[in-house]
């Protein structure tokens, strides 16, 4: 309760707190006190703006230390190409021209090897057949007179540079020489417009290609040799990754439908993490094309040869998505508010947690087989069971009817009463029935993926447990077959 109490010529306020004491009122302060404390408020919240910021790029280093990698290797690539700046003897060779070195730098080195050779390899062909064609024009023009210079040199700028432009809206060229082409339409415009005031026109297309030559040579070497970051094995163990994220959330899905999910009350925020997983399967199609994309410019580094089949994990990655979209249903029939009886739950429970067990024994047999790159023995084996889980789940599922759409007896003539009941039994059914139909969809969708990796497996020549085994056992005298005597 507030008090009012007058001290001389000034009013105080004060509050009667619960303990019984009493603390006043602050008074109303002054306009240039209130700016004061707003301007005090604004930098306070810009400061933790800021540190909120660098906490955030200090976990993202902390996270994946090859970011940072990276970027000490696009320094180091600048500061070397600056020298042709810094030094003198340098300078004077290529003069004013060193600063394409420069650009090239900061404009092709990329995080991956593949996408830096991608990048490097465009720009070194779009420039050499930009700066071709544009001298041979220029010598066209040159042989034509002076008044026809500047009309050949804006038809040729025109028809060239609309012509590629088309070019890049086709998908075979949009998707591996983009970069080029842009280039292509960069370099031949500007050589063409300023060879109509330069003299020295080769000379200076020269100077061009030898700074943009030096610096993409640069930028590969580093990325090659310093801590390389290989799109094609970037693409792999995406795979592999997503395969296990599959197998947990197909386990968990069910799992949690029939309350068998296995996981404690302490680790319920990593249980519905994994129980998630399925959804970065849904949302790696573009990353998956761009890498693939990109590991086909990269040579032949570790387990991978230079033509390795890097289409075929396009194929594993949409098998793989076409199964994401079945566990994504069969998490909605787990969150749907339609209850399913637990005597209904308790019948199908067993079978329905035997399909996905087996379901994710074979799509972590694959994982296993993509990880180790060896054929599985035990593939065929974990098919069939999977199969025969799906068959008795068949036979369950015709033995519904029997069970629970049980007409009961009539107490008079309301024959409605009846109806009434079988619809009711059969709406309790439907979710389960659902959830049934699409395990037996995941089921034929993992077939699939088994055939994309056994293609996989053979056109990337993955060698078979046994084999490896024999190849690993010593030869003893006693396997070798002795000659029988005559």
Known sequence: MAQQKELGSVTEWRIKMADGSSESLAQQTGFACGAW???KGLIMGLILKVCDFFKKAWDLGQNDPRKVIHCLKVGMALTVVSLFY???????????????????VVVVFENTVGATICKCLNRICGTFIAGSLAIGIHW???????????????????LLASAVTFSRFIPSVKKRFDYGAMIFILTFSLVTVSGYRVDKLLEMANNRVYTIII??????????????????????????????????????????????????????????????????VLTSKATEE????????????????????????????????????CIDALDGCVNSENEVPELIKKHMSNIALKVSSESSRVIKDLARTMKTMKKSSNIDYLVGEMNNAVLELQEDLKSLPTL???????????????????????????PLVTLASLLIEITTRIEGMVNAVEELAEMGVYKSVADEKNQNQPVSKSNVPHKQEV
Not at 88 to 98: C, I, K, Q, T, V
């Open 37 to 39: 404390l707003a301007l």
């Open 215 to 280: 610096g993409t040579a640069l930028c590969i070497m580093i990325t090659m040799i310093i801590c390389p970051i290989w799109a094609g094995e970037e693409l792999y163990m995406l795979i592999t990754r997503n395969m296990d994220k599959l197998a947990y959330s197909l386990d968990g899905c069910v799992g949690l439908y029939f309350n068998d999910s296995g996981s404690s009350s302490d680790d319920d925020k990593e249980s519905d993490k994994k129980l998630l997983g399925y959804k970065c």
């Open 140 to 158: 066209i023009v040159s042989q034509s007179g002076k008044e026809f210079e500047p009309f050949i040199n804006g038809i040729s700028v025109f």
């Open 404 to 430: 629970f759409i049980n007409p009961q007896p009539l107490q008079g003539a309301d024959c409605p009463e009846k109806k009434n009941t079988g619809a009711v039994a059969l709406m309790d059914i439907m």
């Open 290 to 325: 761009a890498m693939a994309n990109f590991a086909r410019w990269e040579p032949a580094h570790g387990r991978f040869n230079f033509r390795h089949p890097w289409k075929q994990y396009l194929k594993v990655g949409a098998s793989m998505r076409a199964c994401a979209y």
């Open 86 to 104: 810094y030094m003198r003897p340098l300078y004077e060779g290529m003069g004013g021209n060193a600063m394409w070195a420069v650009m090239t």
